[in-house]
């Protein structure tokens, strides 16, 4: 078996309806795990699932009332069972600047950004604690540590993230379930077109990595996989900065 292999395994993706979720959910089904996306956007899960070659379900559910997660963790465990993956990649950025941020937009972005991959990952974890074997990826990203313009409630809320990561880390990786974080540099996704839009900002950013250009999507394949698979049997807590060496300078 190959220390990458991901065939057979049940994994669960959150924000799979577009960005860094929807190409996850899609490199995994093609990898032969059988997937289980989640998202609001009906529409956009279907042609997440109809551009998808490999076995999926949709779940179309709103990650915001955190009420309803444990209902949730139950719908994403009736297609294929119990997933031994977990992505936690569904996300905002509202872009307030720090003289305009909202309460509701401070509480809305800590919720999905932060509050959420936690109490999710809490519901699904019982099972992969039975199996012995688990697999939870959070997307932490370069406002973790750097500060960007407008990025005040985003940057919190990332920053908790690598925190978060380490912490579930210390309290479920004893029981086989290891908690890992990819930090994305610049990628052209849904949630980064107000950047992408600017031509000039898009090359400044290229030109602040050590590699000299932002992401593709498929730059992330790799460590997801590592991520998912046996080849992270003894790592746990980690973040990774996927930027081109964008933080490196």
Known sequence: MSLFDVKGKIACVTGASSGLGRASGKLLAEAGAHVVGIARRSVE?????????????AVVADLLDRSGLSEIARAASQPFGPPDILINAAG???????????????????????????????ALVPAMREKTWGRIVN??????RRAFPGGLSYGASKGGVEQLTRAMAEA????????????????????????????VRTEQNAQR?????????????????????????????????????FTAK
């Open 92 to 122: 905002i950025n509202t872009r307030e600047t720090a003289d305009k941020v909202t309460v509701e937009g401070w509480d809305t972005t800590i919720s999905l950004n932060l509050a959420v991959p936690f109490f999710f990952a809490q």
């Open 45 to 57: 899960l279907e042609a997440w699932q109809s551009e998808t070659a490999g076995e999926t379900a």
């Open 172 to 199: 479920w990786s004893q029981h086989g379930v290891n908690i890992n974080a990819l930090a994305p540099g610049f990628f052209p996704t849904e949630l980064t077109g107000p950047v992408f839009s600017d031509e």
């Open 209 to 245: 990595t050590c590699i000299g250009r932002n992401g593709k999507l498929e730059d992330l394949d790799g460590p997801l996989l590592f991520f998912c698979s046996e080849a992270s049997s003894y790592v746990t807590g980690q973040t990774l900065f996927v930027d081109g060496g």
């Open 139 to 144: 997307f932490a990203s370069l406002q973790s």
